[in-house]
């Protein structure tokens, strides 16, 4: 049993000979991806509050010191990333502020808001009504939650880390495996793209690592909704001294991810992180969100390389860069998808994987929704407007 799985009832055993088959796995047993995508994304980081203080991240603020986004600023941020040429507007989060963040919570209730999570769908509103599509990573999140935000957004995400107990995890507000598979299971039962990934180097083993990739698997096979795994090495900061994995032993995490996902779950390294370069031949085919007028708010130290160094990497795998929209191409409708590409399986409870609000944007006739469009289809992005490049919101 995974740990605190049972506090979710997640039924999910991950086979001891699957675990050991998989640590076996080098970057000889797997081959390089044919094509390598990125999506071109604005950081939106709606509020540093954060009810866990896992000893690796900067990002969360402590009570009194933590920031929340208005209404104005995001529409500010997203109309910067719109005329930039950017399709996803990404909402980054700490977990569900407690009740320690009692400005946050205030302010929220000033602005007629009853949660956090109430007030990321009017944020997810907003960026649609500014051309660009919600993809956000707001952390656990009941079922129920899942589905009313589903309802706004192109895709969504929450790390994993890792199904092992670590320390950079413990503290009273202890993150627990548990809760993350089941934030997992959540976004498969409500038919979300979703997006996760595991961190490398904050504490966990080798089996550790073969037991993630295979508890994402389960899932996946079981709801069909993981469109991407991230193998994120962790970075020293000013909160933490982890040194991370060295190159060897990020090669053959990467490797396992690869042979141990269904070949249409892509492996995304983010390349501000890691040597992606070095890892094409691992089975790397993604580069996840990059953007070019916002920092990496969950890494500031670490700048997000240019499109010149996007195409450097690619060609140094002798594959084309391709962009895509948040939502890997093969959740995407008849019509939208690129030629050749194979939609996923019908989910459970809807028409499609994409809500309404979502294709609406993409298919209203104005330059944003032109270019979402293109970028849809392959053929990508169509010009807009670049003098907010530069800029910083």
């Known amino acids: 049993m995974l740990p605190a799985a049972d506090a979710y009832d997640i039924d999910l055993d991950v086979d001891d000979a699957d675990v050991e088959r998989l640590c076996s796995v080098t970057p000889d047993d797997v081959t390089g991806a044919d094509r390598l995508t990125f999506a071109r994304n604005v950081f939106v980081p709606l509020t540093t509050a954060c009810r866990y203080t896992c000893t690796y991240c900067t990002y969360y603020d402590a009570p009194g010191e933590a920031s929340l986004l208005s209404p104005e600023e995001v529409r500010k941020r997203c ?30 209730e000033e602005w007629g808001f009853d949660s956090i999570h109430a007030y990321l769908r009017r944020a997810c509103e907003i960026a649609l009504e500014e051309g660009l599509l919600p993809h956000s990573n707001p952390g656990d999140l009941t079922e129920e939650w899942m589905a009313a935000l589903r309802e706004v957004n192109a895709s969504m995400g929450v790390m994993l880390e890792t199904t092992a107990e670590v320390d950079a995890h413990s503290g009273v507000r202890r993150k627990t495996p548990g809760q993350r598979l089941n934030t997992i299971r959540a976004a498969g039962r409500r038919d979300v793209p979703f997006t996760t990934g595991i961190l490398v180097g904050i504490g966990e083993g080798w089996r550790d690592r ?16 993981v469109q991407e795994v991230i193998v994120q090495p962790v970075v020293p900061n000013d909160r933490s001294d982890f040194e991370g994995p060295d190159s060897a032993a990020l090669r053959r995490v990467v490797a396992m991810a690869r042979a141990g996902l269904p070949s249409e779950v892509s492996v995304q390294v983010p390349p501000n992180l890691a040597p992606a370069a070095d890892l094409l031949d691992c089975g790397v085919d993604d580069l996840g969100g990059v953007s070019p ?6 890494n500031p130290d670490y700048a997000w390389p240019a499109m010149d160094e996007l195409r450097s990497i690619a060609a140094t ?11 890997h191409a093969r959740y995407l ?3 939208l998808r690129p030629d050749g590409v194979a939609p996923a399986a019908a989910p459970a ?24 469009r293109g970028v849809a289809r392959g053929d990508g992005p169509l010009p807009v407007r670049r003098g907010a490049v530069g800029d910083r919101p």
Not at 212 to 219: F, G, N, P
Not at 320 to 327: D, I, N, S
Not at 351 to 365: E, H, S, Y
Request: charged fraction near 30%; hydrophobic fraction near 35%; proline fraction near 7%.
């Open 79 to 108: 109309r910067v990333g719109a005329d930039a040429g950017c399709t996803e507007a990404l909402f980054t989060f700490g977990d569900d502020p407690d009740e320690r963040y009692t400005a946050i919570h205030g302010t929220l």
């Open 210 to 225: 073969a037991e993630s990739l295979l508890a994402i698997r389960a899932l996946h096979e079981r709801y069909g909704h």
């Open 293 to 298: 007028v916002t920092d990496d708010y969950i």
């Open 317 to 327: 795998g002798d594959v084309p860069l391709v962009e895509r929209l948040p939502t």
């Open 333 to 335: 409708p008849d019509g």
């Open 349 to 372: 409870a809807h028409d499609g994987w994409i809500p309404d609000a979502v294709l609406d944007r993409i298919r209203r006739d104005d330059p944003h929704g032109r270019r979402l």
